[in-house]
């Protein structure tokens, strides 16, 4: 803590105030709808000076007394200028007005494609917008934000129909995914199919692959922040889509005589109702639905308050046998408070819960688990000087978990009552960070994290003989479970385990010409909570579990370093980053783990630790009819599991080894073209390594089955992965008086009906006794058409 | 089952998959089935193959074989009937007692122990259509009762005549314990793998073994890894290893177990 202090003191002294300055503040907005911009940068012509709204589209910037042209400027939007009078500190509010007002613009942020971005350290950022991702070809035309952001470079996933998303080699569990500020612990709808965001309920979201910003903390691989429209604050309009898996609306409007908004987005899958026409599928049901809401209040110009929710649910009952429902839920309180025109401040009081319940009919067994979060937090933004920006704030976490409950669903159930250890935890964070402009060249941002984390009591605590949880069998070549010597009981108001982490940040950008620069960032990050899963594909059931006595935190150390150039007059961007990253205690599974209803977890995983390198280069075109970009990737992923305390040599032997998630090349390809204004074509084009597996290395026979043996882990590797998209949007005509605009877009996703490996299954034939591989492949040449309306 | 809705497909392709080190398979199962002397036994020896070898499994013949109950310290030796069988016709099956089996082959001595576990009775098998995964097809039902005061682990095997293979089923009482514990045995009506449902008048065999913590340890992985290797949703296919060591040379062990169980034996045809 002492070092937070003297780093604060040492921040703030080192700012001389030379000359008289003044400031202008203010907040930068839509002109057709009152949403506030993110990401626009306010600048004074013919300086280096100049600010990037915040997410509440606020900015301040300081400079000498005197008179300046101020350009105001977001992309996809029409520039603004703007003649002061820089004499007094002002507030100034600026609105800005879309290129074209057609449903279909396409508009690809490119951030760093911006003169003021070269600058920003900031680096290893993707940022999509709604409207970019609505134009991207979809499975069945199910528009998709998940899948979208895996068509930038370093992001992957496991295949089609598995859930989350893997970021520069990392697991799924390392990615922070906030959907306004609230925590969501699964992203998927349908086990993985699609994602839970809804885009029409959606302003934009942004992926830090690397470089995170202090004000992040506990995850080790990425944060996708994505943040909901605010609602329109100057006409009511709703906007929808219709398409074969779901339908989608959204209602949006003024509130309080425009000095508040209203958003409410519903979204529900209608698969279900075709099942029903089907005589074999006529019990089944599988359907999601969302909810997303979202208004706020500007109480006066200081002023302004913000509630946002999230209600997703997905429910899938197979002929009576399995049911299964599961779902988040968030709720975000937010008050926006200015202090003076340098002192902007965030309060957010946020709750998200994740739970999911399987009924296991032909058993009599009811499953139920859980995990909730309360988290209050506190964001402040410091315009120090025309060259210094400083964001601190803290951060408080409270978890509790219900890892699992059983019912047994009758009285002649043959399962009785079982309930898993309760869980709670608490983390805190604190942080500070500064954004300093060194040389009219040279940008630094530096920040330091502090976390801490306290498994708290509650529980009761497993100990093992020689402490151990796991036991290496020397002769058998086995990890088994380890011998209970005694249980220890925490009480409520005592903690089973501590843990805190000081997480430095930093980034530079250098400026090489006025189209140039190079940047280099080293990121420390803690991660204190851990998704259990021993599968290949992480499923809606696997179990979050927070760090205690025997599972530490992961810690990860990432260094990048990019190169950035825009060429011909910014019309085309290059970004080319490397990076390498590691992470200490990533846990792994030893053979045959089982995690269902473990109330002991530590008994099936070895601590071991992860690197991931790779180089990635994205080309974009930003400007002209046709637009689009080409990501590449080549990079390896790997992880190291040793015995440790357990003794033995640790999974396949103590050598590095193959995640799940490595992949050697990944491309992508996507482009948009617009040919008038009725219609425009957009196509991707995605080849990927396979994933890596376990085949079997010989056959033996026991008990009359042929029974496979298997080589070392994830030492072989799936067929290649490739396919192409292609959609076309059709604009029809329409009066100008007409409020009603609508767009058709048909689709063929898996164009030359490539049949992509999801899993290779080994089995022996019944019928010949013959062994056999099976391919399984999922989604084959699919067309779909949507109808999408805004009135 | 998502496959179903998501016009997924399944069809053989042909994967280079590599080859392993070839293994002595020993399949040594003392089974004491209910009510008899359980004096015959027998012990199975052959050698792993490369996974798509269409082949017959090469036997082995020539090995010494013997099992010793280290209660008694009585020894039984199970002659080589020179097509990889080795059997015993003086075994003296105890519940608890501890068994050493030990095998010699190409100069190498492997051993293996076990304590002999014991069983339920069976109390009912039923018929019925209405449970199981499918509530039109017919099933079979097995219900008998979990002992309380221990933790039990059992071993299941279906096998209706006719069929190329048993269907084994694995249950541990974690979550049953004490319970009348039921299990059922449904067939799928599949075209593809050329299974059809249960008929009246077709007859299944039903063996409920009573089994070891450790031999129920290896038997779950193999019957997950069996029947749903490489599946997203299964935990990662690994290498099974058995209870048998090799004492000569480590690095060169046996797949296979050496199980000790005492084992209900009934069958049931549909009505």
């Known amino acids: 803590m002492k070092h937070l202090f003297v780093g604060f003191c040492l921040l703030f002294s080192a700012v001389v105030l030379a000359q008289e300055k003044y400031s202008i503040r203010g907040t930068i907005k839509d002109i057709t709808n009152g949403e506030t911009l993110l990401g626009a940068s306010v ?18 910037l300081t400079a000498p007394k005197g008179t300046y042209t101020l350009i105001i400027s977001y992309m996809g939007y029409e520039t603004l200028t703007k003649d002061i009078n820089l004499d007094a500190d002002q507030t100034l509010n600026f609105e800005l007005k879309e290129f074209a007002t057609s449903l279909n613009e396409v508009i690809i942020v490119a951030e760093e494609s911006e003169q003021v971005n070269l600058k920003k350290p900031q680096m290893s950022v993707s940022k999509l917008n709604a409207s970019t991702i609505k134009q991207m070809p979809a499975v069945l035309g199910e528009i998709d934000v998940v ?49 839970v965001f809804n885009a029409d309920a959606i302003k934009d979201i942004k992926l830090y692959k690397g470089d995170i910003p202090a004000k992040f903390g506990g995850r080790v691989s990425s944060v996708l922040d994505v943040r909901q429209k605010d609602g329109n604050s100057k006409n009511f309009n709703l906007t929808g889509g219709i398409g074969l898996i779901s339908s989608r609306l959204a209602a949006e409007g ?27 599928l006529k019990d089944d049901k599988i359907s999601f639905y969302d909810l997303n809401l979202k208004t706020n209040y500007d109480i006066n110009k200081n002023n302004r308050v913000y509630l946002s929710g999230y209600f997703g649910r997905d429910v899938f009952n197979l002929s009576k046998i399995i049911e299964n429902t599961y779902g988040n839920a968030t709720a975000n309180l937010r008050w926006n408070h200015i202090f003076n025109d340098k002192l902007f401040s965030n309060l957010s009081l946020i709750y998200s819960k994740y739970d999911y319940q399987i009924v296991l009919d032909f058993i009599e067994l009811d499953w139920i688990a859980d995990i909730k979060n309360y988290n209050l937090k506190y964001d402040l933004k410091y315009y120090l000087s025309d060259k210094v920006k400083l964001e601190f704030g803290a951060s408080g976490i409270s978890y509790k978990l219900n890892p699992g409950e059983v019912r047994p669903t009758s009285e002649t ?14 983390e805190g964070g604190l942080y500070v960070s500064a954004e300093h402009q060194i040389t009219d060249k040279l940008t630094a941002q530096y920040g330091l994290r502090y976390s801490a984390f306290s498994r708290l009591g509650g529980q009761s605590m497993t100990n093992y003989i020689n402490n151990q949880p796991v036991v290496y069998n020397d002769q058998l070549g086995i990890y088994e479970r380890g011998e209970v010597a005694s249980e220890t009981y925490f009480g409520k108001s005592e903690r089973i385990k501590n843990y805190d982490n000081f997480e430095p940040r930093l980034g530079l950008s250098y400026q090489l010409n006025d189209v140039s620069s190079i940047k280099a960032s080293y990121t420390k990050s803690s991660q204190y909570i851990h998704l259990l899963s021993n599968t290949s594909s992480v499923t809606p059931l696997d179990v979050w579990t927070p760090s205690g006595q025997y599972i530490k935190p992961q810690r990860s150390t990432q260094y990048a370093f990019g190169y950035y150039k825009n060429f011909n007059d910014n019309a085309y961007s290059l970004e080319v980053e490397t990076y390498y990253k590691t992470v200490d205690n990533r846990i792994d599974y030893i053979d045959g783990s089982d995690l269902i209803g473990n109330n002991t977890i530590e008994t099936e995983i070895l601590n071991g630790e992860a690197r991931a390198y790779g180089l990635e280069v994205l080309l974009r075109k930003n400007k002209g009819d046709f637009t689009g970009w080409l990501a590449y990737t080549l990079s390896k992923s790997e992880q190291r599991t040793y015995g440790g305390q357990a003794g033995g040599p640790g999974i396949n032997g103590g050598h590095w080894y193959n995640t799940p998630y490595d992949r050697t090349h990944d491309i992508s390809l996507t482009g948009i073209y617009k040919l008038n204004d009725k219609w425009s074509f957009s196509s991707n084009f995605v080849f990927q390594t396979g994933r890596p597996v376990t085949y079997p290395n010989g056959q033996y026979n026991y008990e009359g089955l042929s029974v496979a043996t298997f080589s070392n882990r994830n030492e072989d590797r799936l067929p290649a992965y490739h396919r192409i998209d292609i959609s076309a ?63 | 089952m998502l496959a179903v809705v998501f016009m997924s497909c399944e069809d053989v392709i042909d994967v280079d998959v590599p080859t392993g080190q070839t293994r002595l398979v020993i399949e040594a199962s003392l089974d004491w089935e209910k009510g008899t002397s359980g004096s015959n036994q027998q012990v199975k020896l052959s050698t792993s193959t490369p996974y798509f070898e269409t082949e017959a499994i090469p036997v082995v013949v020539g090995a010494s074989v013997k099992v010793v109950n280290t209660n008694t310290n009585e020894e039984f030796v199970f002659v080589d009937q020179n097509d990889g069988t080795y059997l015993t016709t003086t075994f003296v099956p105890v519940i608890g007692n501890t068994y050493q089996l030990e095998v010699i082959y190409n100069d190498e001595t492997y051993t293996a122990t076990q304590t002999m576990t014991s069983v339920s009775d069976i109390n009912n098998i039923t018929q019925s259509i209405e449970g199981g995964f499918d509530d039109e097809l017919l099933e079979l039902n097995i219900y008998f009762d979990d002992p309380e005061d221990e933790a039990n682990y059992y071993l299941v095997r279906y096998y209706e005549d006719g069929d190329l293979f048993p269907y084994f089923e694995d249950i541990s009482d974690e979550f049953l314990n004490g319970n009348e514990i ?20 077709d007859t299944v065999e039903i063996n409920l073994y009573g089994i070891s913590e450790s031999y129920y340890n290896y038997i779950r992985l193999l019957i997950e890894q069996y029947y749903s290797g490489g599946d997203p949703f299964s935990s990662t296919s690994a290498e099974i290893r058995g209870n048998c060591i090799n004492e000569t040379n480590d690095d060169n062990y046996a797949y296979g177990y050496f199980r000790a169980t005492e084992v209900v034996k009934t069958s049931y045809t549909f009505q």
Not at chain 1, 45 to 59: D, M
Not at chain 1, 736 to 761: C, M, Q
Not at chain 2, 182 to 201: I, L, N, R, T, V
């Open chain 1, 43 to 60: 600048f004074l012509k013919g300086t280096s000076n100049g600010a990037i709204t915040n997410e509440y589209g606020f900015f301040s």
């Open chain 1, 147 to 195: 899948k979208s952001i895996q068509m930038l470079p370093g992001v992957t996933n496991n295949g089609e129909g598995s859930a989350g998303f893997n970021v520069r080699g990392g697991a799924v569990d390392q990615n922070l995914v906030l959907l306004d500020e609230a925590i969501i612990y699964n992203t998927s709808h349908f086990f993985g199919f699609f994602s």
């Open chain 1, 254 to 280: 003024p509130l309080f005589k425009e000095k508040g908004s209203f958003l409410i987005a519903g979204r529900t899958s209608y698969a279900h109702l075709f099942m029903k026409g089907i005589e074999d």
């Open chain 1, 729 to 791: 949007t059709y604009t029809p005509n329409r009066k100008p008086d007409n409020r009603w605009k609508g767009e058709w877009v048909f689709g063929i996703y898996n164009l030359y009906n490539r049949k992509n490996a999801a899993s290779i299954t080994f089995n022996q034939n019944n019928q010949t006794g013959l062994n056999e591989a099976s391919r399984i492949s999922i989604f084959g040449l699919i067309p779909s058409v949507t109808y999408n309306f805004k009135f």
């Open chain 2, 182 to 201: 039921h299990d059922f045995f449904e067939k799928d009506d599949d075209e593809d793998s050329g299974q059809a449902p249960f008929q009246p008048g």
């Open chain 1, 413 to 426: 159930s043959p399962v009785n009552y079982l309930k898993l250890d309760q869980k709670r935890a608490f």
